[in-house]
């Protein structure tokens, strides 16, 4: 939201201009479809023209009344506005931000209204009762919904990745796990193997082994992730390119006000959906759980429509979309409480206690949903649910702590080059070729991956397995241990020696690590739907199993130490490498997404053991703690900031001592204000000032000899208004006076007929004085949500502060460049 003064200072001319001038400097002109967003992902949108004047953030505090926008002008007046309506007038534009305080008096004055009516007959009690009702009713459909799709999700996935190695000839339906659960010739110890299940060198030269058979299968395996990838990054580009990415940076920009248009529609859900089974299926190393937010929030925004005080209503709608994002994660992960916790910690901007229960709610629907659908066959709601049965000793805390610390380092490291490979494809001309770059990427990750088979299976039965907590009847490599079955008691297996197949897998590990490290650099911000969650697991859970099974090979052969002699005799089951996988999971992924409290309750809830609560508590403040101490942003935030998107960090301090007069518009040497009379301008006066300038809205004064306040009026409603009244209002021509007070002002008979504009007017806009010290008013910005604030000194208006204005000063207090860090 520019500041409203005339001249090419302005801020960049910040503020959208709503008679449909579109964006400039090489942004997005006039059209808001989805094919001209094609970048939003990978390049920086050019909110420097119009992120601050678009009503920018307002968090809403119901019970304020200081701040009205878009004239609310108390009871009386705000009640004339509704009984008139204007089509558009109180809506919003494309890349807008909502008026939080509006909404929600919008929303207080409907329900006196429908409570009042409800004493009039039974049917609008009955109309009053539904109304109350349809909060939750909404969460309930979204819940089906976001569980129905998560199962829908989770089966094509794991069929489709298995379609890269063989198909099922009892049924091409089946996936290679259910098609031999269907055979009778399975063995317990081959149990993936089976006659039913051929590979794709069986199908096409009759066998499976030698050379020419692994080549084969090597090729169809590159070829068929090139096609998923392929079809992949095609239909989001041809049909929805908001459909690329996470997701989560922008549902937290959305879900602190701003708008996008098209970003969570029902092409967004579609092709979302689709593409990410097949990035999922093509190998590459993403995951489905961000983009399993979106999901969620595009069945919630669209189901929304089916309600009108959430379809008309931006603010209540902004609170269901948190309690889709609750859901969304409870699906992901199959933690409804977890989930819930991240809505509240990580994404959401405005969390009220009834938006609290509700999500709780959605994410119950969806998890009992997914439940239902069982996609993964073993009654779970995630792949890799575990369970433990050794518990930890407290010496294991410092493998632990050093766990979280490397967690904490590798999330620095992936945040700074993945910002910096970003930044280099939006600058040069690799951004012009996002197909080519998915191709050449998949390609290199299929290449890498055939080879080793910790790389080959999916990135879920990679984890499920580093996971694992071996038993007498797990046959894999990491349980190849030498066994003594004379020490075995029951089903608790003690400390082994290692034999020669956990050492193979210890290498392979180790190669797969080097891979999933560096090539997730590559793959997160590609057009294709793309989670971070589970590539950061994977590289905690592998260094956390490669760190297990060194502990526990220490205890086995050196029990006599003083370290482990107190509590490790020889004979006993004294380490899980399995938790500290999942420690090193835990790490990793809270050094990247810096998550604590819904972090350590979501592994709590895979693993379904209280007692393994400290351990991940340690590991995840240590990784926050080492990350933060490297760089403060975790990776949403810092594409938040990459892209450009107008987010007013809550969680950062302001502790500098400059004032408002320092940061406010216009400042010397700059052109006067650009303001409104309340009632000595003419309707070709204010449509000058509209077509010259492209802010989003003005102050209206007394006069401009006086500069005493009386409002502020938003640009879109002036536009809307005076051309309502050009087409419906008999005299109205451009010598017509427009008048913003409760009274027309005296003139000549002959004069054309007057304009009254007052129900736009918002009468009371916040104010500061040009003393107040900026630490207050960042403050203000950020628990108001303000979109602009008015500065004052004796109550002569002296200039404006815009949201753009706050993250300007931020930058530059902080030492970055504000123009190409904040909105490039």
Known sequence: MASPWLGQQSLGSEAVAMNNKGFRRGSFQGSTSDEDMVEIAGRALDFSITDDDPPLDREMLGGFSLYNGGGMNGTSQMMDFLEEPLPGVGTYEDFNTIDWVREKSRDRDRHREIASKSKESTWALIHSVSDAFSGWLLMLLIGLLAGSLAGLIDISAHWMTDLKEGLCLSGFWFNHEHCCWNSNETTFEDRDKCPEWESWSQLIIGHGEGAFAYILNYFMYVLWALVFSLLAVLLVRGFAPYACGSGIPEIKTILSGFIIRGYLGKWTLIIKTVTLVLAVSSGLSLGKEGPLVHVACCCGNILCHLFTKYRKNEAKRREVLSAAAAAGVSVAFGAPIGGVLFSLEEVSYYFPLKTLWRSFFAALVAAFTLRSINPFGNSRLVLFYVEFHTPWHLLELVPFILLGIFGGLWGSFFIRSNIAWCRRRKTTKLGKYPVLEVLVVTAITAVLAFPNEYTRMSTSELISELFNDCGLLDFSKLCEYVNDFNSTTGDVLPDRAAGPGVYTAMWQLALALILKVFITIFTFGMKVPSGLFIPSMAVGAIVGRLLGVGMEQLAYYHHDWTIFSGWCSQGADCITPGLYAMVGAAACLGGVTRMTVSLVVIMFELTGGLEY???????????????????????????????????????????????????????????????????????????????????????????????????????????????????????????????????????????????????????????????????????????????????????KLLGIITKKDVLKHIAQMANQDPDSILFN
């Open 613 to 795: 609560i400290v351990p991940l508590m340690a590991a995840a403040m240590t990784s926050k703690w080492v990350a933060d101490a490297i760089g403060r942003e975790g990776i949403y935030d810092a594409h938040i900031r990459l892209n450009g998107y107008p987010f007013l960090e809550a969680k950062e301090e302001f502790s500098h001592k400059t004032l408002a007069m320092d940061v406010m518009r216009p400042r010397r040497n700059d052109p006067v204000l650009t303001v409104i009379t309340q009632d000595s301008m003419m309707v070709e006066d204010v449509e000058a000032i509209i077509n010259e300038t492209t802010y989003s809205g003005y102050p209206v004064v007394v006069s401009r000899e006086s500069q005493r306040l009386v409002g502020f009026v938003l640009r879109r409603d002036l536009i809307i208004s005076i051309e309502n009244a050009r087409k419906k209002q008999d005299g109205i021509v451009s010598t017509s006076i427009i008048y913003f007070t409760d009274h027309s002002p005296p003139l000549p008979p002959s004069s054309p007929s007057m304009l009254k504009l007052r129900s736009i007017l918002d009468l009371s806009p916040f104010t500061v004085t040009d003393q107040t010290p900026m630490e207050i008013v960042v403050d203000i910005f950020r628990k108001l949500g303000l979109r602009q604030c008015l500065v004052t000194h004796n109550g």
